[in-house]
């Protein structure tokens, strides 16, 4: 009954208020003018003082309170959802603190961007928490528990909010993770050295596919952490985390005891520098991006990692020789000596300051130390399904040294396997290549129509195609 009572409550004075508003018209609600602030209208109370006057009771009381003095804050915007990460929630931001106010309205980015100043009539607006981040909103959710903030409706936002300057400057606040209390929440922060926890780094930001949030870890160089989220929903959701140290620029909020920080978009990451005590892990694609077209060296401080798709136990790459690939491209490494990586094992590669050349066309990082690669786990990778015709017009630094499957195919060339044969899908061809060393050299490959499972190289201009053992022909 007790909670009837109250939603009855809240819906009468949300009646009550959108009927005022189709009644009365502040005389500063005029249009826009030569970016500049409304004439008649000013703050009276800073954004850190409103939130005083209500804290005891926000977060001790756990209650909702209406706003009934006639306070205005004027706040330039930190946040807004022209990427997605935040959503019907507007953050402000003064000189002493910083506040979100929910509203009923999506893409209000057009009106209210990053960098405008809105002046915010807060009399009538209710002030509370959820999960002790404090958040002003139109009227009291009581579906909640407790009953919490619910969104200004869209035809109310300009009752409240009016339109200031834009185009100005937002500039962060710098911290460290353990500066970080209630004071900064909502506001525009930036950590400097910080970079995320290995298991974070090259996955993506958010889970588009399900639309769900995903919490990555970042970490100072003294072990210090803190919680980055993203939602599913933003565009860069799909984007990969990068593994250098560096800058970070987000908004601070809480979710009960934990702290976390939103990036408004990837412009707030700028993670370039060496890590903590380490090399720069890269994207193989990063590297290959590296070449010049001729011989190179590799900048200091970097780091590849990739899953093992060539299998030195059955030889048909050099032994000094390993194809790694990760979600981006692959690569090969040329060892000073035979290494002693296997099928399927993780494995990262310092790459600093190594020679990135081609030897017969095919591009490798040259002559690395051993001691440089360490395995650091097992995985498999899923070969790419082609048709010959695919390879042979596809964007071949995205597809050579990386793992295949051609379909419905058929080998022709003087049995055995060892040597050049011809590999036909009727799109088109390409060599079938196999090393005179590789165990299976003297087998006869199987007649008929096979699927074939294999890296691809080049030799000079020729496209080939290798397969580790004699069950990647099926």
């Known amino acids: 009954m007790k909670n009837i009572?109250?939603?009855?409550?809240?819906?009468?004075?949300?009646?009550?208020?959108?009927?005022?508003?189709?009644?009365?018209?502040?005389?500063?609600?005029?249009p826009e003018n030569n970016n500049t602030d409304p004439a008649g209208i000013a703050a009276n109370i800073t954004i850190k003082d409103l939130k005083a006057l209500y804290a005891d009771t926000i977060l001790i009381d756990n209650a909702t309170v209406q706003i009934t003095d006639n306070y205005i804050i004027?706040?330039?915007?930190?946040?807004?959802?022209?990427?997605?990460?935040?959503?019907?929630?507007?953050?402000?931001q003064d000189a002493t603190g910083g506040i979100a106010i929910r509203i009923d309205r999506s893409d209000f980015y057009t009106d209210y961007p990053i960098g405008r100043r809105v002046f915010v009539k807060c009399k009538g607006l209710f002030i509370g928490q959820y999960n002790k981040l404090i958040q002003m909103g139109g009227y009291i959710d009581e579906t909640t528990i407790p009953p919490s903030v619910a969104s200004i409706p869209s035809p109310l936002i300009e009752t409240y909010f009016?339109?200031?300057?834009?185009?100005?400057?937002?500039?962060?606040?710098?911290?460290?993770?353990?500066?970080?209390?209630?004071?900064?929440?909502?506001?525009?922060?930036?950590?400097?050295?910080?970079?995320?926890?290995?298991?974070d780094t090259n996955q993506a930001y958010a889970n588009a596919a399900l639309q769900q949030s995903v919490n990555r870890t970042l970490k100072d160089c003294n072990g210090n952490s803190i919680i980055l989220r993203s939602s599913g929903y933003a565009n860069f959701a799909t984007s990969l985390t990068p593994s250098g140290n560096g800058t970070l620029i987000a908004i601070y909020?809480?979710?009960?005891?934990?702290?976390?920080?939103?990036?408004?978009?990837?412009?707030?990451?700028?993670?370039?520098?060496?890590?903590?005590?380490?090399a720069v892990l890269i994207t193989i694609a990063n590297l290959r991006s590296l070449y010049p077209g001729s011989t190179t060296t590799l900048p200091a401080n970097r780091k590849i990692k990739g899953i093992v798709i060539s299998d030195r136990i059955n030889q048909n790459t050099d032994t000094r020789n390993l194809i790694i690939q990760?979600?981006?491209?692959?690569?090969?490494?040329?060892?000073?000596?035979?290494?002693?990586?296997?099928?399927?094992?993780?494995?990262?590669?310092?790459?600093?300051?190594?020679?990135?050349?081609t030897y017969n066309s095919l591009l490798q990082v040259n002559n690395v130390p051993n001691a440089n690669a360490t395995k650091t786990g097992t995985g498999t990778v899923t070969p790419q399904v082609l048709?010959?015709?695919?390879?042979?017009?596809?964007?071949?630094?995205?597809?050579?040294?990386?793992?295949?499957?051609?379909?419905?195919?058929?080998?022709?060339?003087?049995?055995?396997m060892s040597g050049s044969k011809t590999l036909n899908d009727g799109t088109g061809t390409i060599t079938l290549y196999t090393r005179t060393q590789a165990t299976f050299a003297s087998t006869n490959y199987p007649t008929g129509t096979v699927s074939v499972t294999g890296f691809l190289g080049i030799f000079n201009t020729t496209k080939q195609i290798s397969v580790r053992t004699m069950s990647d022909i099926q």
């Not at 706040?75 to 990427?83: H, R």
């Open 74 to 92: 004027a706040g330039v915007v930190v946040a807004d959802d022209k990427s997605g990460n935040f959503y019907k929630s507007i953050i402000i």
């Open 162 to 199: 009016v339109k200031g300057q834009w185009g100005i400057e937002t500039v962060p606040t710098k911290v460290s993770i353990t500066d970080l209390n209630d004071n900064f929440q909502n506001m525009l922060i930036r950590l400097d050295s910080v970079e995320f926890q290995p298991a």
């Open 387 to 416: 048709t010959i015709a695919q390879i042979n017009s596809g964007t071949w630094t995205n597809l050579e040294s990386t793992l295949v499957k051609i379909n419905n195919c058929t080998i022709t060339g003087t049995q055995p």
């Open 326 to 357: 990760d979600a981006t491209a692959g690569i090969v490494v040329r060892f000073a000596s035979n290494h002693t990586f296997d099928l399927n094992d993780e494995v990262e590669v310092d790459v600093s300051s190594q020679e990135l050349s």
């Open 253 to 278: 909020q809480v979710f009960g005891s934990t702290k976390q920080l939103y990036i408004r978009d990837l412009n707030d990451v700028q993670l370039n520098n060496t890590r903590c005590g380490g």
């Open 5 to 30: 009572l109250s939603i009855f409550t809240s819906v009468i004075t949300l009646a009550s208020v959108l009927s005022f508003s189709s009644c009365v018209k502040d005389d500063f609600d005029a």
